[in-house]
Nanobody, 121 residues
Framework: QVQLAESGGGLVQAGGSLRLSCAVSGRTFRSYAMGWFRQAPGKEREFVAGISWSGANTYYVNSVKGRFTISEDNAKNMVYLQMNSLKPEDTAVYYC??????????????WGQGTLVTVSS
């Protein structure tokens, strides 16, 4: 059974940076693309960024393009989300999940606990 464990969230001022990590266990890491999602209070979960299993292809939604960078370390079964120039509207619980393609935004596995990112103005 696949397990996803997100970490790295916290409280940061607007303009600051955070690096989120996602540990994947329970299956062959290289088989799937991976994505980051977020859910703000009172809103639906939204897809933020995706990366192919090889790391060669990435995708970002417009609201984070140029500020967030998704990456992976196959040897460690880890996926990362570097978040720079954070804005208050980035405040949300962030989740990682397997996706069909870097653009698909469809979480394939059971969701982890997520990690809370709070950006103060």
């Amino acid at each position: 059974q696949v397990q996803l464990a997100e970490s790295g969230g916290g409280l940061v001022q607007a303009g600051g940076s955070l690096r989120l990590s996602c540990a994947v266990s329970g299956r062959t890491f290289r088989s799937y693309a991976m994505g980051w999602f977020r859910q703000a209070p009172g809103k639906e979960r939204e897809f933020v960024a995706g990366i192919s299993w090889s790391g060669a292809n990435t995708y970002y939604v417009n609201s984070v393009k140029g500020r967030f960078t998704i990456s992976e370390d196959n040897a460690k079964n880890m996926v990362y989300l570097q978040m720079n120039s954070l804005k208050p509207e980035d405040t949300a619980v962030y989740y990682c999940n397997s996706v069909s393609t870097p653009r698909s935004g469809n979480g394939l596995d059971a969701w982890g606990q997520g990690t809370l990112v709070t950006v103060s103005s």
